[in-house]
């Protein structure tokens, strides 16, 4: 028998649920009651859920405010010409944003949505990580709440890059090694090779996952045993298989994208060294927060004392997963510029290490590091909300033009200036827009809902490069755009009968000058045989 706390009803016979003895108001003030209980039971479960649903109708509702980065534009044009493979990265992007689009419209909200919903199973999995590896509701809720209060995890949520898929098939394979190695099943191995094939379609930088599997299998007791039978290889070969049409693509393609990549990461240059350096770890500082990027590192120091000193799985696994990966970039950073987020695959790991530290610790922790971790939370939340308000309210005293979220701003007024540039043209002869940056192809098409045919000039290798297979019919007419430029470029203006330089559109946030945009009207266009960039 069961009877309902607060309740007059007391239920004598399981079994008359659901019958005609019970009315559905009833049963539904059961089910009611025995939710309550189970909340009340696990308090943490009930604030990870609140987590969740806040934090994803928030996001829900702040993609429609803000226009997409010109690099989220230059992924749309991806969506519209899919491909196993582009210059810059693999397609998983391309292929979401297609997907996300069809269901949820052309705009801010279609291109963004699944990167909240992916946000949100990818909290799910850092709070199921913290609560299966520390046998501890509280560690799974503070790696959800460090996740979502970190601007990196709460960027990564809201814009749509190739960073946010590949971190959710990251941690899905993380969870699945762990599994695995707890001896549920070796079916978890092939799950690994899944996410880590879907991880190398999302972005290259997934490989570094294979190495640092193979040195957790190497200095675990119970790894070892591991690499003596055939799973992980077959996962491994499983991941690759997944990942081969990008490299036939990549193959039929030069190689182009492999060898962009390595240029663009690991080639030495010129202004390499110290400098580099120093601005790699100010920027892993600002872009994970200070203080929460000091706790991260504390974390990961202190997962390889109870991974090699301890014999803790769940800790050598985290480490292994988050301090190479970070360590690795920081020496990539003496040879070569790393951006920002290249690292953001070792955070995940640390996460749910610094979560189980805390959820372990809590009650041990004397007054000054408690006073650090409620520091490093509040600090991380007002700097999180903070680069939330300002690309919608400018609330910070900083120049527009260096204000990193002004690149989030005044692309809706470039797509009606072309399109009142277009109602001045000629009638009847198909438009084309054209410009020499990637990035501004993107924001062109996208705030023109694609109603025009958009190249980027002299990019031979991006896939809107102007050429002779792809170029518009002969007569038809242009407007070309650009940023800061006076003149067009060389080899131009001969593909026209004329190019009449416009008014240029000068874009401001109060009163701050963004960016100046240059545009041309060119008419007559004579086919790319006059000049083929």
């Known amino acids: ?288 927060t200070p203080l929460v990027f000091l706790a991260l590192i504390w974390a990961m120091a202190k997962s390889a004392i109870a991974g090699f000193g301890q014999r803790r799985n769940n800790f050598l696994l985290l480490f292994w997963t988050s301090a190479p990966i970070l360590v690795f970039f920081a020496c990539t950073s003496l040879r070569s510029k790393v951006e920002a987020n290249w690292p953001a695959l070792a955070y995940f790991s640390a996460l749910v290490a610094l979560a189980g530290i805390a959820g372990e610790e809590w009650e041990e922790w004397k007054k000054g590091k408690r006073g650090f971790a409620w520091a490093t939370a509040v600090s991380a939340l007002l700097i999180t909300i903070v680069a939330h308000i300002q690309p919608i309210y400018p609330i910070v005293p900083i120049a527009a033009k260096r204000d990193p979220t002004s690149q989030l701003y005044g692309w809706r007024i470039l797509g009606e200036r072309i399109k009142e540039v277009a109602r001045s043209m000629e009638p009847g002869k198909e438009i084309f827009l054209l410009s020499p940056r990637y990035h501004m192809v993107g924001e062109g098409m996208f705030y023109t809902q694609a109603k025009f045919r958009v190249y980027q000039w002299d990019a031979p290798q991006r896939i809107n490069n102007l050429s002779m297979k792809n170029a518009p019919p002969v007569g038809s007419q242009a407007i070309f755009f650009t940023e800061d430029g006076n003149e067009l470029p060389h080899g131009l203006a001969p593909l026209f009968d004329s190019c009449e330089k416009l008014e240029p559109l000068v874009i401001r946030r109060n009163s701050s000058l963004v960016r100046t945009l240059p545009l041309w009207k060119c008419l007559g266009f004579k086919g790319m045989q006059s000049k083929a960039p």
């Open 1 to 288: 028998s069961a009877c309902l706390v607060g309740s007059e009803m007391c239920i004598r016979d399981s079994r008359q649920f659901g019958k005609s003895k019970l009315d559905l108001r009833v049963q539904k003030e059961y089910l009611w009651h025995l939710w309550r209980l189970y909340l009340y039971k696990y308090p943490y479960l009930k604030a990870f859920l609140i987590l969740l649903i806040t934090t994803a109708v928030f996001r829900l509702f702040f993609i429609r405010w803000v226009e997409l980065a010109p690099d989220e534009a230059y992924y749309f044009t991806w969506s519209r010409n899919l491909q196993w493979g582009y210059y810059d990265h693999p397609p998983v992007v391309g292929f979401l944003i297609r997907v996300f689009t069809a269901i949820g419209g052309q705009d801010e909200f279609g291109v963004r949505w699944g990167w909240v919903i992916m946000g949100a199973f990818l909290t799910i999995l850092l709070y199921r990580m913290g609560t299966k590896m520390f046998s501890s509701e509280r560690a799974g809720f503070y790696a959800a709440l460090l996740m979502n209060i970190s601007l990196l995890g709460s960027a990564g949520a809201v814009i749509a890059t190739p960073d946010g898929p590949q971190a959710l098939f990251w941690v899905l394979a993380v969870f699945s090694v762990y599994q695995a190695i707890e001896q549920k099943g070796p079916h978890w191995w092939y799950l690994t090779g899944v996410w880590f094939g879907l991880g190398l379609q999302s972005k290259y930088t997934m490989i570094l996952l294979a190495p640092c599997i193979f040195l957790f299998l190497l200095s675990s007791a119970e790894g070892r045993k591991w690499l003596y039978r055939k799973e992980p290889y077959l996962a491994l070969f499983l991941g690759l298989l997944v990942f081969s049409p990008v490299i036939f693509w990549d193959a039929t393609h030069d190689w182009t994208s492999f060898r962009f990549q390595i240029s663009h990461g690991l080639e030495v240059k010129k202004a390499a060294g110290l400098k580099y350096f120093g601005e790699f770890w100010g920027g892993q500082a600002g872009v994970v």
